[in-house]
């Protein structure tokens, strides 16, 4: 397979032209696209036309070898031999007749400006293919490669065959009865009325400009015998004028914010042909959201969105454009930390134990055989065995009372552990509004809580999830862990162990206004980013701000990272690595992050990790 390569320095306005009759081309200036192709076709068509016997004599004149006018120069072999015709050589169709079936009806069948002297075995191997690089070495025309769809031309006539066909798709455009050809970025396009490849002719238009022997062949053909030119060979840039094919581009306003957020989105294409269909994918589900060319779009979830636009123009050519994650939908309400414990400062829960002599106890014990070998936040965690009590367990782990008074839809997330079996569960979570906060939890009311727990005898942390507390709004709630065996032996009791337990919600409307965020500048940068930013913030009056911490949420408002703010007068940062509490890599996606200190939010924005 032969490649070439389109050297910079054969730039548009270096290319050589030709000098038509002054005048020639008025009307011109400054047109491009449709309006060019139709100007230039009002130009050149009414041609002369003559006869098909008429072109053999015709192509002894315009083909002459310059340096023997016995004889003719073949255009895929380039050799120079006698022109008494065939079988010497014969009248190829450059735009392969076939292509719209024009055969050698005067008008397309005997147009001089696509017809050129070929070996007729080279010409019978090219036959009716789209012109594209590559393929097998021919073995006659050594400079041509061909496969079963396409020929190549050699190099020195790349650029004039591409201008014969740009030449024929603006001559014969189905005015007055005569066909429409049109010229595609395909191959395979037998029997219609169309030619290609267009890319690689346009590349090929550019690689290869006129040379001396194709401009004389241009004015032979207007002076002698038809009366009208190839303006393509007069100015190459006609070429890429009109067939700049489709560039396909959009923009969106806004890009970002919070849910629902409605985006008005905008068609930037550029097209050398009329655009017919407009296709948008607006939310990267590969289904079509839009066929309008300026479409709005409600988002109402939060989230990263891919954006398509497919393009199809008149001459029924796609192309499509994606910008990855361009789009990017959040949330304004990060939810507030409302209780939070990993025992790293010792235990202010209540122990109750109802039955058995064992009860829950704080640990930091990662080595033996029968606790957890990591700990999901800390050093500490609540864990409870009643392996080698006196009898079945019934013990009670209570937080201290938590105020859900300030904030809408409260959640509880922890974390859990456990190993060996036992006929029941052995694990159960509660909430109660009514807990005097001592004593015996039987005395109270108690909701049970649906949290994912680890599977029997696991041996991993397993997260609960987000448990629901919008029963308990407006009201102080205490959470109980209550563990239970039916035993005191093997395959009757069960480890269990608890930890990293989070009670968070979203701030009330007054509380939120609390936020001074016109004293603070939080921002991040950089943003996107991967694999790590940094959190800037300034603080007009930072003389009141004895501490300060960085909390980082997810979509879904769980908890990712929270890390303490290194405070350097007015100004403080933090960087962040993309991972989460335990050191583990986070996702691609957006996270929000608030500053907060002495027990108040200041500020919070919006983050974006791209991987």
């Given at each position: 397979?032969?490649?070439?390569?389109?050297?910079?320095?054969?730039?548009?306005?270096?290319?050589?032209?030709?000098?038509?009759?002054?005048?020639?081309?008025?009307?011109?200036?400054?047109?491009s696209g449709e309006t060019l192709k139709a100007a230039l076709n009002d130009i050149i068509d009414n041609h002369t036309a003559i006869s098909y016997s008429a072109a053999y004599i015709a192509l002894r004149d315009t083909d002459k070898d310059p340096a023997n006018p016995n004889n003719v120069i073949l255009l895929y072999?380039?050799?120079?031999?006698?022109?008494?015709?065939?079988?010497?050589?014969?009248?190829?169709?450059?735009?392969?007749?076939?292509?719209?079936?024009?055969?050698?009806?005067?008008?397309?069948?005997?147009?001089?400006?696509?017809?050129?002297?070929?070996?007729?075995?080279?010409?019978?191997?090219?036959?009716?293919?789209?012109?594209?690089?590559?393929?097998?070495?021919?073995?006659?025309?050594?400079?041509?490669?061909?496969?079963?769809?396409?020929?190549?031309?050699?190099?020195?006539?790349?650029?004039?065959?591409?201008?014969?066909?740009?030449?024929?798709?603006?001559?014969?455009?189905?005015?007055?009865?005569?066909?429409?050809?049109?010229?595609?970025?395909?191959?395979?396009?037998?029997?219609?009325?169309?030619?290609?490849?267009?890319?690689?002719?346009?590349?090929?238009?550019m690689f290869d400009p006129p040379d001396d022997f194709e401009e004389n062949r241009n004015d032979v053909i207007y002076e002698d015998y038809q009366g009208n030119r190839n303006p393509f060979i007069d100015n190459p840039n006609y070429v890429n004028l009109i067939w700049q094919g489709i560039t396909v581009d959009f923009?969106?306003?806004?890009?970002?914010?919070?849910?629902?957020?409605?985006?008005?989105?905008?068609?930037?294409?550029?097209?050398?042909?009329?655009?017919?269909?407009?296709?948008?994918?607006?939310?990267?589900?590969?289904?079509?959201?839009?066929?309008?060319?300026?479409?709005?779009?409600?988002?109402?979830?939060?989230?990263?969105?891919?954006?398509?636009?497919?393009?199809?123009?008149?001459?029924?050519?796609?192309?499509?454009?994606?910008?990855?994650?361009?789009?990017?939908?959040?949330?304004?309400?990060?939810?507030?930390?409302?209780?939070?414990?990993?025992?790293?400062?010792?235990?202010?829960?209540?122990?109750?134990?109802?039955?058995?002599?064992?009860?829950?106890?704080?640990?930091?014990?990662?080595?033996?055989?029968?606790?957890?070998?990591?700990?999901?936040?800390?050093?500490?965690?609540?864990?409870?065995?009643?392996?080698?009590?006196?009898?079945?367990?019934?013990?009670?782990?209570?937080?201290?009372?938590?105020?859900?008074?300030?904030?809408?839809?409260?959640?509880?997330?922890?974390?859990?552990?456990?190993?060996?079996?036992?006929?029941?569960?052995?694990?159960?979570?509660?909430?109660?509004?009514?807990?005097?906060?001592?004593?015996?939890?039987?005395?109270?009311?108690?909701?049970?809580?649906?949290?994912?727990?680890?599977?029997?005898?696991?041996?991993?942390?397993?997260?609960?999830?987000?448990?629901?507390?919008?029963?308990?709004?407006?009201?102080?709630?205490?959470?109980?862990?209550?563990?239970?065996?039916?035993?005191?032996?093997?395959?009757?009791?069960?480890?269990?162990?608890?930890?990293?337990?989070?009670?968070?919600?979203?701030?009330?409307?007054?509380?939120?206004?609390?936020?001074?965020?016109?004293?603070?500048?939080?921002?991040?940068?950089?943003?996107?980013?991967?694999?790590?930013?940094?959190?800037?913030?300034?603080?007009?009056?930072?003389?009141?701000?004895?501490?300060?911490?960085?909390?980082?949420?997810?979509?879904?408002?769980?908890?990712?990272?929270?890390?303490?703010?290194?405070?350097?007068?007015?100004?403080?940062?933090?960087?962040?690595?993309?991972?989460?509490?335990?050191?583990?890599?986070?996702?691609?996606?957006?996270?929000?992050?608030?500053?907060?200190?002495?027990?108040?939010?200041?500020?919070?924005?919006?983050?974006?990790?791209?991987?």
């Amino acid at each position: 397979m032969k490649f070439f390569f389109i050297l910079v320095v054969l730039l548009i306005s270096a290319m050589l032209t030709a000098d038509p009759p002054p005048g020639y081309y008025d009307g011109t200036e400054g047109l491009s696209g449709e309006t060019l192709k139709a100007a230039l076709n009002d130009i050149i068509d009414n041609h002369t036309a003559i006869s098909y016997s008429a072109a053999y004599i015709a192509l002894r004149d315009t083909d002459k070898d310059p340096a023997n006018p016995n004889n003719v120069i073949l255009l895929y072999t380039g050799w120079s031999v006698t022109n008494a015709g065939y079988p010497t050589w014969n009248r190829e169709h450059v735009w392969a007749k076939s292509h719209g079936d024009f055969g050698t009806t005067i008008g397309p069948g005997t147009d001089l400006h696509h017809l050129r002297p070929t070996d007729p075995g080279v010409n019978s191997a090219r036959g009716n293919k789209d012109f594209d690089n590559g393929g097998t070495q021919h073995p006659v025309a050594t400079g041509c490669y061909y496969d079963d769809d396409s020929w190549e031309p050699r190099d020195e006539v790349k650029g004039d065959v591409a201008r014969m066909i740009f030449y024929m798709a603006t001559r014969y455009e189905g005015e007055g009865g005569e066909i429409d050809l049109e010229v595609v970025d395909a191959v395979n396009t037998y029997p219609a009325p169309l030619h290609g490849k267009l890319s690689t002719l346009l590349e090929w238009n550019m690689f290869d400009p006129p040379d001396d022997f194709e401009e004389n062949r241009n004015d032979v053909i207007y002076e002698d015998y038809q009366g009208n030119r190839n303006p393509f060979i007069d100015n190459p840039n006609y070429v890429n004028l009109i067939w700049q094919g489709i560039t396909v581009d959009f923009s969106a306003d806004p890009t970002q914010g919070d849910a629902p957020l409605n985006v008005q989105f905008t068609d930037e294409t550029a097209s050398a042909g009329d655009i017919i269909n407009w296709s948008w994918d607006l939310d990267g589900d590969g289904i079509e959201d839009s066929n309008l060319q300026n479409p709005t779009f409600l988002y109402s979830e939060e989230g990263i969105y891919s954006i398509t636009l497919t393009i199809e123009d008149e001459f029924g050519e796609f192309s499509s454009q994606t910008k990855t994650n361009y789009i990017l939908v959040g949330s304004s309400n990060i939810p507030s930390t409302i209780f939070a414990d990993s025992f790293e400062q010792g235990l202010n829960w209540n122990i109750y134990s109802i039955s058995s002599t064992y009860n829950w106890e704080i640990s930091d014990d990662i080595s033996g055989s029968s606790h957890p070998s990591s700990v999901p936040d800390g050093e500490w965690f609540m864990y409870m065995n009643n392996y080698g009590s006196d009898t079945g367990a019934n013990d009670w782990l209570i937080s201290p009372s938590i105020d859900l008074t300030q904030h809408a839809n409260p959640y509880l997330t922890f974390q859990s552990w456990t190993k060996y079996s036992d006929s029941i569960l052995g694990f159960d979570v509660w909430a109660s509004s009514d807990y005097a906060g001592s004593g015996d939890p039987t005395l109270a009311t108690w909701q049970s809580l649906n949290a994912i727990l680890p599977t029997s005898n696991s041996t991993t942390w397993t997260s609960s999830g987000n448990v629901d507390l919008n029963e308990f709004t407006n009201d102080h709630v205490h959470i109980a862990f209550q563990y239970s065996s039916s035993g005191t032996g093997a395959s009757s009791c069960t480890a269990w162990a608890v930890d990293d337990i989070n009670v968070e919600g979203y701030e009330n409307a007054d509380i939120q206004n609390d936020l001074i965020t016109s004293n603070i500048n939080l921002s991040n940068y950089p943003n996107p980013f991967n694999p790590s930013t940094e959190f800037r913030f300034q603080i007009s009056d930072f003389s009141k701000i004895n501490s300060a911490e960085l909390t980082i949420y997810n979509l879904k408002g769980q908890l990712i990272k929270n890390t303490s703010v290194i405070l350097n007068g007015v100004e403080g940062s933090v960087t962040w690595e993309g991972t989460d509490n335990n050191g583990q890599p986070v996702s691609t996606g957006i996270y929000m992050y608030r500053l907060s200190a002495n027990g108040k939010n200041l500020a919070s924005n919006k983050c974006l990790l791209l991987k």
